[in-house]
């Protein structure tokens, strides 16, 4: 009897690209005649999936429901998600986790978004135990549980981009090999029909609205960009204090018919913005790798991220800028001086990320790993 293997992604009924590449590996392992089951919190919605990313569920994968909540980010949902794991591996052959963000002694694959264990939050002499923060406190068993019992040897560990992988590096000095994210089929051909629509005087943001993504810097952008720029941030509704504080600050700089919120916007409006952008600006600095900057190049908007994190490996350096006043006048820059050529030229660097090129590069490891 097939090996079974299990791939764990509690949140799979959220559609992102955490999600996607979840669903991106579950397939390409039953396109290779392995035996597959999603351990999941929800029921699949296979239709959903289909319908957001216009990608197929492979008919001969099944799925496993572990009910729980992921609310708050907190010291609950790592125990959830460390004894749920734990007890998909009793369920599977072998376990590949693009959850977590941790590495467990009984974890076959893991896929890491960013490492839990970083430089930043946790010292390498655990300084962080003087500290009244819970949710370090309370990991403290996990950090001598992956530092001294997880065999990076035996396991295989995929980092999303070269940044995520130097702190796996920096932290444990343990390798983990890169395997980009991709972007999902729809987007694709979204892309290859965006050639054809007029483009506005639009600069894009996808977003979930949290205090970490810096969005506070949008509205700054904004004030200092000509009066025909408009702006639209679109994404999921983590934190309502964030819109708030947004909705306030936009406000106070009179931008209120130029800068525009879309929380929770359904799909088809978040690519109808995207086609007729001409720009796409990522705020947050220190972006891990950021999926969603390559979606929008897909769809055929220049991207303006900050130049730092993952983001430097393939949006090239004139398309970086490190204040806001250099945001502002790139914004300016590409809005007066966009042509045809700039969405096609955009396209070709996103064509890097494809989900081809995420599957052929996927079972490379994978094979290897096995065997």
């Not at 467990?104 to 002499?125: A, C, E, G, K």
């Not at 916007?265 to 007729?276: G, N, Q, S, V």
């Not at 007066?336 to 079972?363: C, G, V, Y």
Request: a neutral charge; aromatic letters at 12%; one cysteine or more.
């Amino acid at each position: 009897m097939p090996r079974r293997i299990g791939v764990f992604c509690p949140t799979l009924h959220v559609y992102g690209g955490g999600e996607f590449v979840a669903i991106a590996i579950a397939n390409t392992l039953a396109q290779n005649n392995h035996n597959v089951v999603l351990f999941t919190n929800q029921q699949v919605n296979p239709w959903g999936i289909r319908d957001f990313f216009g990608e197929t569920l492979h008919p001969s994968i099944r799925a496993i429901q572990q009910p729980c909540k992921f609310n708050s980010r907190g010291l609950a949902d790592f125990y959830q998600a460390l004894f749920q794991s734990c007890i998909a591996k009793t369920k599977c052959d072998m376990l590949i986790d693009t959850f977590t963000n941790c590495v467990f002694p009984w974890t076959d694959v893991s896929y890491i978004h960013y490492p839990f264990l970083n430089q930043q939050d946790f010292r390498r002499n655990f300084p962080y135990l003087s500290r009244p923060h819970l949710l370090w406190v309370g990991t403290f068993p996990h950090v001598l549980l992956e530092k001294n019992l997880a065999d990076y040897d035996r396991q295989l560990v995929l980092a999303n981009s070269q940044y995520t992988a130097q702190e796996i590096w920096a932290y444990s000095q343990k390798t983990a090999y890169v395997l980009y994210p991709p972007f999902a089929s729809r987007i694709a051909e979204i892309g290859r029909e965006s050639g054809k629509n007029p483009r506005e005087n639009l600069v894009v943001t996808i977003s979930r609205f949290e205090s970490n993504k810096c969005l506070d810097r949008i509205p700054q952008i904004a004030s200092k960009t000509n009066a025909d720029v408009k702006f639209a941030l679109v994404g999921r509704l983590y934190d309502r204090a964030t819109l708030a504080a947004l909705e306030m600050q936009v406000e106070k700089l009179g931008l209120r018919d130029r800068v525009k919120f879309y929380p929770d916007a359904p799909a088809d409006l978040k690519f109808e913005l995207l086609r007729k952008a001409k720009v796409y600006l990522h705020a947050m600095v220190g972006e891990h790798f950021g999926i969603s900057i390559v979606e929008a190049m897909a769809i055929g908007c220049t991207p303006l991220v900050h130049d730092s994190g993952g983001m430097k490996e393939f949006v090239p350096e004139h398309y970086r800028y490190e204040t806001i006043e250099q945001a502002a006048e790139k914004i300016n820059f590409e809005i007066q001086n966009w042509a045809p050529q700039k969405t096609l030229e955009a396209q070709a660097i996103a064509d890097h990320f494809s989900l081809k090129n995420f599957s052929e590069r996927f079972i490379e490891f994978f094979e290897k790993y096995k065997d």
